[in-house]
């Protein structure tokens, strides 16, 4: 999911336990929440570098 926000925008993922595993060297899970749709992950994308995790994070979120 993508929620606007001024001069930013976050973006929200449900990734399950296999996308999971494969994001902990990237992103920090450490209090992440955990749904019955999987653990919740949120990155506020202000620049391109957030972009550009966003867009790694997507790809691991269909490869799994």
Same mark, same amino acid.
């Given at each position: 999911?993508?929620?606007?926000?001024?001069?930013?925008?976050?973006?929200?993922?449900?990734?399950?336990?296999?996308? *999971?595993?494969?994001?902990?060297?990237?992103?920090?899970?450490?209090?992440?929440?955990?749904?019955?749709?999987?653990?919740? *992950?949120?990155?506020?994308?202000?620049?391109?570098?957030?972009?550009?995790?966003?867009?790694?994070?997507?790809?691991?979120?269909?490869?799994?």
């Amino acid at each position: 999911y993508l929620s606007p926000g001024h001069g930013a925008f976050m973006a929200s993922f449900a990734l399950g336990e296999k996308a *999971v595993h494969a994001v902990r060297d990237i992103v920090n899970l450490d209090g992440a929440r955990k749904y019955a749709e999987g653990t919740a *992950v949120r990155i506020d994308v202000k620049t391109a570098a957030d972009v550009a995790l966003v867009v790694k994070l997507a790809a691991i979120k269909l490869k799994y």
